[in-house]
């Protein structure tokens, strides 16, 4: 089983909204969609000390209404950071498991 769209849209709080230029909207939302989180060094393939970090971090700001809804753009931004740790750290492993074994 599979989540729709329209699931993944709502859980990830996702709005559509009109930017005043002709039919042209933006996307608005509380929470990364699956995209932008595959594509973001967080995806480890199950949830990290580091994913729930942010999660928390980020669910308490909004309750305390100091979050708010940001662009598509803003969640890349927001996410590249670890993207770039990650690919650091994996190449760092690599590096020293290649080296152990090649010893």
Known sequence: DTLTQHEIEI????YYVNTGTHAQ????SWWPN?????ASGLNAGYWTLSCEQLFQ???RK?????ASLLTTKQW?????YYKNMSKKINT???NNCHQ???T
């Open 34 to 38: 699956p995209v932008l989180w595959d």
């Open 62 to 66: 909004i309750c305390q209404s100091e």
């Open 92 to 94: 760092c492993v690599e």
């Open 100 to 102: 152990l074994l090649t």
């Open 11 to 14: 859980l990830c709080g996702i």
């Open 76 to 80: 890349r931004s927001d996410l590249k």
């Open 57 to 59: 971090n980020r669910l």
């Open 25 to 28: 909207t933006t996307t608005l």
